[in-house]
């Protein structure tokens, strides 16, 4: 297959939110998506963008993306977070997601980050395999937390009373 | 105790970097951390720094820290991780980590962030209680995976001949 693999641009953004939406129903999520391809615009584009983001594309079709940004290791130092890794069902098994996945770890490589993190989860043992595959390690001790928004307006409600 | 809870200062790091190495001590890797006082002085400081940091500081001693920076989530947009919040062992239980916790989810809060993330071994069920509490939900599907800087130079090489 002839896509290439380019840094996004805005008007991306579209097909971008439409793979963020298909990975949230394949990870059982399908309502959790609230961003707009306005956030995505502001948030990705213009000075101190909140993400750096390849698009593989063919035919003037987005295939896949590779979502990241940088994180701080308090051991290792400057870090890579990946945060999404999307191709689209039909094009799955094309070696998209590879060549996405070495697009954000030779960035990492060439700009010395000192690791790349990302998380999965644990029923998807097709990307677990292949994170193993390429020398990654997938931890079973850590737990990911999280406090929603809804939670932290709660939270800090209840402290500030 | 009469603590108080402040931003960090580049003097703090040498006290910063002993908290570091105790929590990854308890945390069963105390060989872990290679990071120096100059890296953290370099990376969180000046221009675009990588993390930020409060202190609880008594008697010109640093009691404890909460080490955090932004991330990105392609469901709700910007997000604060929680990298790091450490309590010196002799200085637990007095209110010092849940003070420095509050103070991480009310910056989160103020400026309007989505959500914040961290980490947490999954033995350490004091900490996943405390979350718990406080409306944090901790997951156990999601599997946290990391590629280190050696793995991903023998990656990069071996995709790269």
């Not at 940088?70 to 997601?97: C, F, M, N, P």
Request: charged share 25%.
């Amino acid at each position: 297959m002839n896509y290439s693999i380019r840094k996004a641009i805005e008007t991306d953004m579209s097909s971008v939110l439409n793979l963020i939406k298909e990975l949230a129903s394949f990870e059982n999520e399908p309502n959790a998506v609230v961003i707009t391809v306005e956030d995505l615009k502001s948030h990705g584009f213009g000075k101190n963008p909140a993400f750096k983001l390849y698009v593989a594309e063919l035919d003037n079709e987005i295939l896949g993306i590779a979502l990241f940004y940088e994180r701080y290791s308090t051991w290792k130092g400057k870090a890579i977070h990946l945060e999404d890794l999307i191709v689209q069902e039909k094009h799955r098994g094309k070696g998209i997601g590879n060549a996405l996945y070495y697009k954000v770890l030779k960035y990492a490589h060439q700009n010395n980050f000192k690791r790349v993190a990302w998380e999965v989860l644990d029923w998807n043992t097709t990307a677990i395999d292949f994170y193993k595959s390429t020398g990654a390690k997938v931890f079973s001790e850590w737990r990911v937390a999280q406090m929603d928004e809804k939670s932290l307006e709660n939270y800090i409600e209840t402290k500030d009373n």
